[in-house]
């Protein structure tokens, strides 16, 4: 069974920062590029940052460059996403799935960033 499984979020004051942890299972997570996606209240799901299969090449939206890092550990079937100098408006439920045609997706992490 394909799952995936998101974790790590929280409550944090802007400047603060977050590592989100995704655990993929019954699958070859090390052929598939992975893709963080996150959801704001009221918004559809957007694109935050992808990395290629081997972790070579990662591509981010502008609002996060210099800000997130996204990584894998192909061994332990897990990408992260570490998340530096949080703002407001990076609140959102992340998730992450790999290229279409998509996995069901996971319970997302709440990430809440207020003072």
């Known amino acids: 069974q394909e799952a995936l499984v998101e974790s790590g979020g929280g409550l944090v004051q802007p400047g603060g920062s977050l590592r989100l942890s995704c655990a993929a299972s019954?699958?070859?997570?090390?052929?598939?590029?992975m893709t963080w996606y996150r959801q704001a209240p009221g918004r559809g799901r957007d694109y935050v940052a992808s990395?290629?299969?081997?972790?070579?090449?990662?591509t981010y939206t502008d609002s996060v460059k210099g800000r997130f890092t996204i990584s894998r550990d192909n061994a332990k079937n897990t990408v992260y996403l570490q998340m530096n100098n949080l703002k407001p408006e990076d609140t959102a439920v992340y998730y992450c799935?790999?290229?279409?045609?998509?996995?069901?997706w996971g319970q997302g992490t709440q990430v809440t960033v207020s003072s």
């Open positions: 019954g699958f070859d997570f090390s052929a598939y590029a």
């Open positions: 799935n790999r290229p279409r045609p998509y996995l069901d």
């Open positions: 990395i290629t299969s081997d972790g070579s090449i990662s």
